[in-house]
């Protein structure tokens, strides 16, 4: 080597160490960009919902009027609930008499749940469908508006109620306190 030539740097290969350090600061970068994203946009109501969004309100008028037209038979539908409990599900399943089953669930006040659900088919079908396997034994009756109830207790520990009526068999249960419960029991009326 002459004087005036400099030594030339040779390029050595990144260490795995290196590598790895490189990748974890790139993704930590992306988070963070995604993360800003996430919680500046619009899509934020994707992952964080409001209490509206959560449970939107339903209308289960077909669902009653599908019930009626394949059993035959009234439905039995709640009256007059206070303006504070809103219908947030309803479905109908089955197309004979013997199967026909509809559901309808509702947030009461607190946030808390009470759902309606009948059958013209099997009573303890639909009791085990709804409630579970602990749901088929009865605990107790009460007396709610003039009617008799079989007082029973769900798989998830809720307290549950039933009766049947006219061939059509009601279960109502929910998270709710005993007063709401009570209360949807109460109100309900041929449609």
Same mark, same amino acid.
């Given at each position: 080597?002459?004087?005036?030539?400099?030594?030339?740097?040779?390029?050595?290969?990144?260490?795995?160490?290196?590598?790895?350090?490189?990748?974890?600061?790139?993704?930590?970068?992306?988070?963070?960009?995604?993360?800003?994203?996430?919680?500046?946009?619009?899509?934020?109501?994707?992952?964080?919902?409001?209490?509206?969004?959560?449970?939107?309100?339903?209308?289960?008028?077909?669902?009653?009027?599908?019930?009626?037209?394949?059993?035959?038979?009234?439905?039995?539908?709640?009256?007059?609930?206070?303006?504070?409990?809103?219908?947030?599900?309803?479905?109908?399943?089955? $197309?004979?008499?013997?199967?026909?089953?509809?559901?309808?669930?509702?947030?009461?006040?607190?946030? !808390?749940?009470?759902?309606?659900?009948?059958?013209? &088919?099997?009573? $303890?079908?639909?009791?085990?469908?709804?409630?579970?396997?602990?749901?088929?034994?009865?605990?107790?009756?009460?007396?709610?508006?003039?009617?008799?109830?079989?007082?029973?207790?769900?798989?998830?520990?809720?307290?549950?109620?039933?009766?049947?009526?006219?061939?059509?068999?009601?279960?109502?249960? &929910? $998270? &709710?306190?005993?007063?709401?419960?009570?209360?949807?029991?109460?109100?309900?009326? !041929?449609?």
């Amino acid at each position: 080597m002459t004087p005036t030539e400099t030594p030339t740097e040779v390029a050595r290969p990144k260490s795995l160490r290196d590598s790895l350090l490189d990748m974890a600061r790139s993704l930590g970068l992306l988070a963070i960009i995604m993360a800003a994203v996430l919680f500046l946009t619009p899509a934020r109501g994707l992952i964080f919902p409001d209490q509206k969004d959560r449970m939107p309100p339903v209308d289960y008028s077909s669902v009653v009027s599908g019930f009626a037209q394949v059993t035959h038979h009234p439905a039995l539908v709640p009256a007059n609930l206070p303006s504070s409990w809103r219908a947030n599900a309803s479905s109908f399943f089955g $197309n004979t008499p013997a199967n026909a089953h509809f559901h309808i669930g509702w947030v009461t006040p607190g946030n !808390q749940y009470a759902g309606l659900d009948e059958t013209t &088919g099997d009573p $303890n079908g639909l009791i085990s469908t709804v409630l579970g396997k602990r749901g088929a034994t009865v605990t107790g009756t009460t007396t709610i508006g003039g009617a008799v109830w079989q007082l029973r207790i769900s798989d998830m520990g809720e307290r549950s109620l039933t009766r049947t009526v006219d061939g059509v068999t009601v279960v109502i249960t &929910g $998270n &709710g306190r005993i007063a709401d419960i009570n209360l949807l029991c109460a109100s309900l009326r !041929q449609s």
